[in-house]
């Protein structure tokens, strides 16, 4: 059963471990839809970005929480999928969103999201920032060259990230965008199937 909770016990010192026992930890509640299919971007996101016998223990609350959200908005008849897609329901972007910002702190790559890159002055919630990757949140000032590597966001979205806050529409469209640019990044060119395989079936529903 896909994303069944188990208690593992196994044994072994080299790559080949002898499982010792498994057993599910919680009730076999399927997933269905947009919130399997996101479920599965999740995973896709864990093989690529994380290594091979690395504990992560906050991650994986983050990601145990973020399946039982994608499960309550299954049950319900959630019909929308958020990542990766055009169209987005407004319960499931927290979810992925926080799930996303959690990952990416526990990979190693720390977000600054309440002060400026190179002055640290608090970000401002009412003053447009390029969020440039590996360095932070800069003030977008008229007349400079866009910087490189970088989206343009609002500094309330930033303040919104920082407090776990996804609901405004526009905290909603630029966190999307602010973590798409920043796990693309990680990835280095590598496309996650899971994208691939939903422009396919938008292409598919495409009037001919």
Do not use: C
């Not at 906050?58 to 399946?67: C, Q, S, T």
């Not at 169209?87 to 992925?96: D, N, Y």
Request: aromatic share 6%.
């Amino acid at each position: 059963m896909p994303f069944q909770p188990l208690a593992l016990d196994w044994f072994g010192r080299g790559e080949l471990k002898t499982l010792k026992s498994a057993e599910p930890t919680a009730a076999a509640l399927p997933l269905g839809g947009a919130s399997l299919f996101s479920a599965f971007y999740l995973n896709e996101l864990l093989l690529k970005l994380t290594h091979r016998d690395d504990p992560h223990e906050g991650l994986f609350e983050a990601y145990d929480r973020a399946i039982a959200g994608l499960r309550d908005l299954s049950r319900a008849g959630r019909p929308a999928v958020a990542e990766p897609g055009v169209h987005a329901s407004r319960e499931m972007e927290p979810i992925l969103r926080q799930f996303e910002l959690r990952l990416l702190q526990e990979v190693g790559f720390a977000l600054e999201l309440t002060r400026e890159a190179g002055t640290h002055a608090p970000v401002n919630a009412d003053r447009a920032y390029w969020y440039v990757v590996e360095r932070g949140p800069v003030p977008a000032e008229e007349g400079r060259d866009t910087p490189g590597n970088a989206i343009k966001l609002s500094g309330q979205t930033l303040i919104d990230l920082e407090r776990g806050r996804i609901e405004n529409p526009t905290t909603v469209a630029q966190s999307k965008s602010l973590m798409r640019l920043l796990i693309n990044h990680l990835l280095n060119g590598q496309e996650l199937s899971t994208r691939a395989v939903l422009r396919e079936l938008q292409r598919l529903e495409e009037p001919q």
